[in-house]
């Protein structure tokens, strides 16, 4: 899995470096982080919840090495933190193919 996460953009090298290279532990959170975000609802319709879930879920990406999703992430919540929320569904839009290939990965490996 951490491989197919990679070539996503996944940063697992690093992480794992930060996890004194316990695998499994990662693979958990991982996991733990799939969850969390098929319970996101994301609908760009849902603005007013879209800040809270999108802060949890960039913290969640970013240590988990998933650089694709949290940079989405980060980008999102700039554009609340502005009031541009005009701006919040394309933005949206454009993370959630990303988010759906690294979510579709590793829930090929969920048990």
């Known amino acids: 899995m951490l491989a197919k996460l990679q070539e996503l953009g996944v940063e697992t090298d690093k992480v794992l470096k930060t996890l004194n290279g316990k695998q499994s532990l990662y693979e958990r959170l991982i996991f733990k ?3 969390m975000v098929i319970k996101s ?3 760009p319709d849902n603005l007013e ?11 969640a990406a970013g240590n988990l090495g998933m650089t694709p999703l949290f940079d989405g992430y980060v980008k999102i ?3 609340i933190r502005e009031d541009n929320m ?3 569904p394309e933005a949206i839009e454009e993370m959630l193919p990303v988010q759906e290939k690294i979510m579709e990965c590793i829930g090929e490996f969920k048990k």
């Open 33 to 35: 982080f799939y969850d």
């Open 41 to 43: 609802d994301m609908r």
């Open 49 to 59: 919840e879209i800040y809270e879930r999108t802060h949890a879920l960039k913290g």
């Open 77 to 79: 919540l700039t554009l």
């Open 86 to 88: 005009d701006a919040v």
